[in-house]
């Protein structure tokens, strides 16, 4: 599945949520993760591929279900926006899912904690992100589309200050590339 997305930096949390609701989006979800990126040790992924690969540990603060899944995602165009490639399957374990990883050489970087509100507005998704404050400490709004007229469109909505728009990736954030 390919999705066009873009981060909204500088936000009042608060405020996005309130707008959100008032331009009718509904909430679909409210979340902890844990994210575990792994990597190659030459960082193949990184570097050649331009992408990661990731388990995400879900706890639904709506429903109190758990899920692991398993994903490969890169990056295959970029301007104004990110337009990025995701393949992903649940797992049903873990620590095993995990050894099998490093058995191809693939290791375990730092997890990432993160707390994530998505909302659907007709085929917009809005998702507040806040990290571990060690790890990134300023939340922001992604945007995730499947068409940039969309994008246009959530961007009005919303009234976004377009000069707070990045198509930078959590890491460039982070890095502050």
Same mark, same amino acid.
């Given at each position: 599945?390919?999705?066009?997305?873009?981060?909204? =930096?500088?936000?009042?949390?608060? $405020?996005?949520?309130?707008?959100?609701?008032?331009?009718?989006?509904?909430?679909?979800?409210?979340?902890? &993760?844990?994210? %575990? /990126?792994?990597?190659?040790?030459? *960082?193949?992924?990184?570097? +050649?591929? !331009? @992408?990661?690969?990731? +388990?995400?540990?879900?706890?639904?603060? =709506?429903?109190?279900?758990?899920?692991?899944? #398993?994903? %490969?995602? /890169?990056?295959?165009? /970029?301007?104004?926006? *990110?337009?990025?490639?995701?393949?992903?399957?649940?797992?049903?374990?873990?620590?095993?899912?995990? *050894? %099998?990883?490093?058995?191809?050489?693939?290791?375990?970087?730092?997890? @990432?904690?993160? !707390?994530?509100?998505?909302?659907?507005?007709?085929?917009? =998704?809005?998702?507040?992100?806040?990290?571990?404050? $060690?790890?990134?400490? !300023?939340?922001?709004?992604? %945007?995730?589309?499947?068409?940039?007229?969309?994008?246009?469109?959530?961007?009005?909505?919303?009234?976004?200050?377009? &000069?707070?728009?990045?198509?930078?990736?959590?890491?460039? #954030?982070?890095?502050?590339?």
């Amino acid at each position: 599945m390919n999705e066009i997305e873009v981060k909204v =930096l500088n936000i009042n949390k608060e $405020e996005i949520e309130k707008k959100l609701l008032e331009i009718g989006a509904k909430l679909i979800k409210d979340e902890e &993760q844990i994210n %575990i /990126r792994f990597d190659t040790e030459d *960082r193949y992924l990184r570097n +050649i591929y !331009h @992408g990661y690969l990731r +388990i995400r540990i879900t706890k639904d603060n =709506l429903t109190g279900e758990t899920t692991n899944t #398993l994903t %490969i995602k /890169r990056n295959i165009a /970029r301007d104004v926006v *990110r337009v990025n490639e995701e393949i992903e399957t649940e797992i049903s374990n873990v620590d095993e899912t995990i *050894r %099998i990883l490093d058995a191809l050489k693939y290791y375990k970087k730092k997890p @990432g904690k993160k !707390h994530r509100k998505s909302y659907i507005y007709e085929n917009i =998704l809005f998702e507040i992100d806040e990290w571990d404050k $060690e790890i990134y400490p !300023h939340p922001y709004l992604e %945007i995730e589309v499947t068409g940039k007229n969309d994008l246009e469109k959530a961007i009005k909505l919303l009234n976004i200050d377009k &000069q707070n728009i990045t198509a930078k990736s959590i890491d460039e #954030l982070v890095k502050g590339k």
